[in-house]
């Protein structure tokens, strides 16, 4: 029986259990798992005081390997590597889904939220969204690029950038530390804004050119840069919102990505007369999806990984919602 890291009830411990399944139904497979990162949305779903299941298997960055295929299942097959996100599956129907925007449908459902997730060496998981990975990524550097990476390219490709504009990266944690590198792959310049000394540290030691603590991030953006031309915030902080808003300079971007359930204010007229542009950005398009698979296979982006063993995932989850993970955990799995 597969063991898997587990929600045991809404706001209640994480524990390593037994946890049983069935053989794939029509559009599920069946995959063996052999890395899953740890993402702040697990962090943020073991504070929801509700569940739509308990006990729930967290996590939703997963690689696997298919071990077989249900009833209706034609684009992967047993033997197939995949990558699997935190979405399962849309309707297919709806407007967002006709037009390349599943991540929006209202009816999706979600690995490690809505659907049992992936901290686990054996999982039966919806196939309508998988991905093929390349053969040239260890499982643990792909893992996180099917959330981590994902969304950190989807927001900077919301952003709308040009090359040599500036973009604000807040949040040097698993999305940020990929999103540095993208955006240095699109010929950006790239700020990034933190408050722990250790990841700005990190930040300029994979290249980022300014990396401040949030204390002094106006002062540097805003009267000695010029301010941003966008301002990504992918920290789970809402505290940080308001200084990302105070580094745009005129029509400049604010994007939300990080989850969180607290409020943040900033000045209505400040944003009127600036003209500043606010989007929120979930995910990213499949197209982004295979973009920050092919970049990490070339070379270009790839994430700082820790491997971890299942049974360490409750202490990871609470590390990481205390901001001492330097780049993305993974645990792994022996075949
Ligand atoms: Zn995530
Ligand atoms: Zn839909």
Same mark, same amino acid.
């Given at each position: 029986?597969?063991?898997?890291?587990?929600?045991?009830?809404?706001?209640?411990?994480?524990?390593?259990?037994?946890?049983?399944?069935?053989?794939?139904?029509?559009?599920?497979? +069946?995959?063996?798992?052999?890395?899953?990162?740890?993402?702040?949305?697990?962090?943020?779903?073991?504070?929801? !005081?509700?569940?739509?299941?308990?006990?729930?298997?967290?996590?939703?960055?997963?690689?696997?390997?298919?071990?077989?295929?249900?009833?209706?299942?034609?684009?992967?097959?047993?033997?197939?590597?995949?990558?699997?996100?935190?979405?399962?599956?849309?309707?297919?129907?709806?407007?967002?889904?006709? &037009?390349?925007?599943?991540?929006?449908?209202?009816?999706?459902?979600?690995?490690?939220?809505?659907?049992?997730?992936?901290? &686990?060496?054996?999982?039966?998981?919806?196939?309508?969204?998988?991905?093929? &990975?390349?053969?040239?990524?260890?499982?643990?550097?792909?893992?996180? +690029?099917?959330?981590?990476?994902?969304?950190?390219?989807? !927001?900077?490709?919301?952003?709308?950038?040009?090359?040599?504009?500036?973009?604000?990266?807040?949040?040097?944690?698993?999305?940020?530390?990929?999103?540095?590198?993208?955006?240095?792959?699109?010929?950006?310049?790239?700020?990034?804004?933190?408050?722990?000394?250790?990841?700005?540290?990190?930040?300029?030691?994979?290249?980022?050119?300014?990396?401040?603590?949030?204390?002094?991030?106006?002062?540097?953006?805003?009267?000695?840069?010029?301010?941003?031309?966008?301002?990504?915030?992918? &920290?789970?902080?809402?505290?940080?919102?308001?200084?990302?808003?105070?580094?745009?300079?005129?029509?400049?971007? +604010?994007?939300?990505?990080?989850?969180?359930?607290?409020?943040?204010?900033?000045?209505?007229?400040?944003?009127?007369?600036?003209?500043?542009?606010?989007?929120?950005?979930?995910?990213?398009?499949?197209?982004?999806?295979?973009?920050?698979?092919?970049?990490?296979?070339?070379?270009?982006?790839?994430?700082?990984?820790?491997?971890?063993?299942?049974?360490?995932?409750?202490?990871?989850?609470?590390?990481?919602?205390?901001?001492?993970?330097?780049?993305?955990?993974?645990?792994?799995?022996?075949?």
């Amino acid at each position: 029986m597969p063991a898997a890291a587990c929600l045991t009830s809404p706001q209640g411990p994480i524990a390593i259990r037994d946890m049983p399944h069935g053989a794939p139904g029509p559009g599920e497979v +069946l995959v063996r798992i052999e890395a899953c990162g740890v993402c702040h949305s697990d962090v943020m779903i073991a504070g929801l !005081a509700k569940l739509p299941l308990a006990p729930l298997i967290l996590g939703h960055e997963g690689i696997g390997v298919v071990e077989a295929v249900g009833e209706g299942v034609v684009h992967v097959a047993p033997g197939d590597r995949v990558g699997i996100t935190y979405l399962a599956s849309g309707c297919g129907a709806c407007q967002a889904c006709r &037009t390349g925007r599943e991540r929006y449908c209202t009816k999706q459902l979600n690995h490690g939220y809505t659907r049992h997730g992936l901290m &686990t060496s054996s999982a039966v998981v919806a196939a309508q969204n998988l991905i093929r &990975t390349p053969a040239a990524l260890s499982a643990e550097q792909a893992a996180p +690029l099917c959330c981590a990476g994902w969304t950190a390219m989807g !927001a900077m490709r919301e952003a709308n950038l040009e090359r040599g504009q500036l973009v604000a990266i807040f949040g040097f944690g698993g999305l940020g530390h990929l999103a540095l590198q993208y955006a240095r792959h699109f010929g950006l310049e790239a700020a990034v804004v933190d408050v722990s000394e250790e990841k700005l540290a990190f930040a300029r030691a994979l290249g980022a050119s300014v990396a401040v603590h949030s204390d002094l991030a106006r002062n540097t953006l805003l009267k000695q840069m010029g301010g941003a031309d966008a301002a990504i915030v992918y &920290t789970a902080s809402a505290a940080a919102v308001p200084v990302a808003f105070s580094c745009l300079k005129r029509c400049g971007s +604010l994007v939300l990505v990080g989850l969180t359930q607290d409020s943040c204010s900033f000045s209505v007229s400040e944003a009127v007369l600036k003209g500043v542009r606010i989007q929120g950005s979930y995910l990213g398009s499949r197209a982004d999806l295979e973009a920050v698979f092919q970049l990490a296979s070339q070379g270009v982006a790839r994430p700082t990984v820790t491997t971890h063993a299942l049974e360490e995932a409750p202490e990871l989850i609470a590390r990481l919602g205390r901001g001492e993970i330097t780049g993305r955990a993974v645990v792994t799995f022996s075949s």
